[in-house]
């Protein structure tokens, strides 16, 4: 089925069979569905939502430009998937909402949905099926929310998305050390780096993971970064737990808990071993009810057969 795809991270854009949706050129109605979509989980007042979105004018003024711009959202949803678009908003005199989100594909949608299936779980106890949907969620993260906009709406939920986007990145690189694959932790690491440099916790694992991937001196070099960055941002010293595992490492004693790339290697292959398992478990259920099928098919035929005789 065709769907509406909508993506809210970096530039707006909204695209149905693979051409831009014809009506959302303008800011205010990109604004406008973009609120409903973000906050789609409930009904909302009409005053509250034109004081959110035109709060710089009169009470009157901001509800004429809500119903203006709520006619050209409308429009514009109306001209995508075939003339089903105004299933996507229910309006009411006093209240408006979205109404349905069948045949619409959301970035963030799927983004909230993968950490709410992490939510609570540490990194190194996330199942392969879970660790996937991580990381197709953290590819979708191609900006910060709706980039140069600066309502306060916006700011305030484009806040509450990185801090997802970090905690995601945060359990991958904790799966990333217990499963062996440390250059990939260390991407997703450097990642955080780039929204907070200060991040000390962030620095301490990848210290870690350039240890065990046998980079010492990378991992000195990290240490070195880290002081420099916690001196300019925050005019601090690193905590003890940094400076004592840069003294293990510089001493190349091996931290507490640590364990050589070689070792980290084999649990990878473990790893590994469990979801090809869980994959061929997966391809054996396919195979049994394909026969299943098969069997309610000519069963059906030979019932056919037995009626037309």
């Known amino acids: 089925m065709s769907m509406l795809r909508v993506s809210l991270f970096g530039k707006f854009r909204a695209v149905y069979q693979s051409e831009p949706v014809s009506g959302f050129e303008t800011r205010k109605v990109q604004e406008l569905f973009a609120y409903f979509l973000l ?8 005053e509250t939502v034109a004081s959110a979105l035109w709060g710089e004018y009169s009470t009157a003024q ?21 003339g089903t678009g105004r299933s996507f908003l229910q309006v009411e005199p006093e209240w408006i909402s979205l109404h349905s989100t069948f045949g619409l594909w959301l970035d963030v949608a799927v983004f ?56 995601m990145l945060d359990k991958l690189m904790l799966y990333c050390e217990a499963s062996g694959a440390y250059e990939l932790g260390f991407t997703y690491g450097s990642r955080i780096l780039k929204y907070d440099r200060a991040r000390e916790r962030t620095h301490r694992r990848l210290m870690r993971l350039l240890y065990l991937a046998g980079d010492r001196t990378g991992a000195l070099r990290q240490y070195d970064r880290c002081v420099a960055t ?10 003890r737990q940094t400076t004592e595992l840069y003294e293990q ?41 394909e026969h299943d099928v098969e069997q309610d098919i000519r069963a059906v035929q030979e019932a056919l057969r037995a009626q037309d005789s």
């Open 39 to 46: 906050n789609r989980d409930h009904p909302h007042p009409r």
């Open 62 to 82: 901001s509800k004429k430009h809500l119903r203006q711009t709520l006619w050209h959202v409308n429009a514009a949803l109306e001209g995508a998937a075939n």
């Open 112 to 167: 909230e949905a993968a950490y709410e299936r992490a939510r609570n779980v540490a990194g190194d106890a996330l199942t392969p099926e879970v660790v996937i949907g991580l990381q197709e969620a953290v590819e979708l993260y191609r900006g910060d929310l709706l980039e140069g906009w600066y309502q306060d709406w916006c700011i305030y939920e484009r806040e509450r998305l990185q801090n997802l986007y970090l905690t």
């Open 230 to 239: 916690l001196a300019e941002e925050l005019n601090v010293k690193p905590a």
């Open 249 to 289: 490492i510089r001493s190349d004693n091996g931290p507490k808990g640590l364990v050589r790339v070689e070792q980290g290697a084999a649990r990878s292959q473990d790893l590994g071993k469990d979801v090809l398992g869980h994959l061929k478990q997966i391809q054996r259920t396919l195979a049994n009810a």
